[in-house]
T-cell receptor, first 111, second 116 residues
Framework: GNSVTQMEGPVTLSEEAFLTINCTYT??????LFWYVQYPGEGLQLLLK?????DKGSNKGFEATYRKETTSFHLEKGSVQVSDSAVYFC??????????FGAGTRLAVHP | GAVVSQHPSWVICKSGTSVKIECRSL??????MFWYRQFPKQSLMLMAT?????????EQGVEKDKFLINHASLTLSTLTVTSAHPEDSSFYIC????????????FGDGTRLSIL
């Protein structure tokens, strides 16, 4: 079946450091892939998406590339800010438009 | 962009009370809405899928008589937690999507339910 695996957190970084959060998936076919972000006490916000192999999603300095060969969709940002502290969820869309989420990775950025 | 509004954002009530949570899509017609439950520091667990004008489809292990879902219009779905007990305390989040398998889901801000 479909599944998403994310690196365990928490990830703790200093401001302006480089960020990578790994995400790999198992799926039949080539589903759309998403990164969502959840700030404390809030719902999820769509951060970026990619709908086919080799697509690169980007938003607010974050990027992720849909890699079919490695079944990965790693999230990267060149220079994180304190305001990026949140929980990040990798997800794929399965049957009936249901989202299948990874466990989430908590990011803490310190000044 | 698309906005999903969820209300209330926080509710505290006594055990045995029924609680209704509303999920509205504000600027698009949501053919499908989803209800999730999230425990502290955990991922989202899909409870049910709600399609406008039809009965909700519940995930395995979710009691449909406990968690009543109504999706009477293209902009509103409600989740009612009936006869709530402390173990029902959780963060409930709805999402909405327009038709099409590649359309992203847009999430509400969640409802924190605390049952005393």
């Amino acid at each position: 079946g479909n599944s998403v695996t994310q690196m365990e957190g928490p990830v703790t970084l200093s401001e302006e450091a480089f960020l990578t959060i790994n995400c790999t998936y198992t799926a039949t076919g080539y589903p759309s892939l998403f990164w969502y972000v959840q700030y404390p006490g809030e719902g999820l916000q769509l951060l970026l998406k990619a709908t086919k192999a080799d697509d690169k999603g980007s938003n607010k300095g974050f990027e992720a590339t849909y890699r079919k060969e490695t079944t990965s969709f790693h999230l990267e940002k060149g220079s994180v800010q304190v305001s990026d502290s949140a929980v990040y969820f990798c997800a794929l869309v399965g049957g009936y438009n249901k989202l299948i989420f990874g466990a989430g990775t908590r990011l803490a950025v310190h000044p | 962009g698309a906005v999903v509004s969820q209300h209330p954002s926080w509710v505290i009530c006594k055990s045995g009370t029924s609680v209704k949570i509303e999920c509205r899509s504000l600027d698009f017609q949501a053919t499908t809405m989803f209800w999730y439950r999230q425990f502290p520091k955990q991922s989202l667990m899909l409870m049910a899928t709600s399609n406008e004008g039809s009965k909700a489809t519940y995930e395995q292990g979710v009691e449909k008589d406990k968690f009543l879902i109504n999706h009477a219009s293209l902009t509103l779905s409600t989740l009612t937690v009936t006869s709530a007990h402390p173990e029902d305390s959780s963060f409930y989040i709805c999402s909405a999507s327009f038709r099409g398998s590649n359309q992203p889901q847009h999430f509400g801000d969640g409802t924190r339910l605390s049952i005393l």
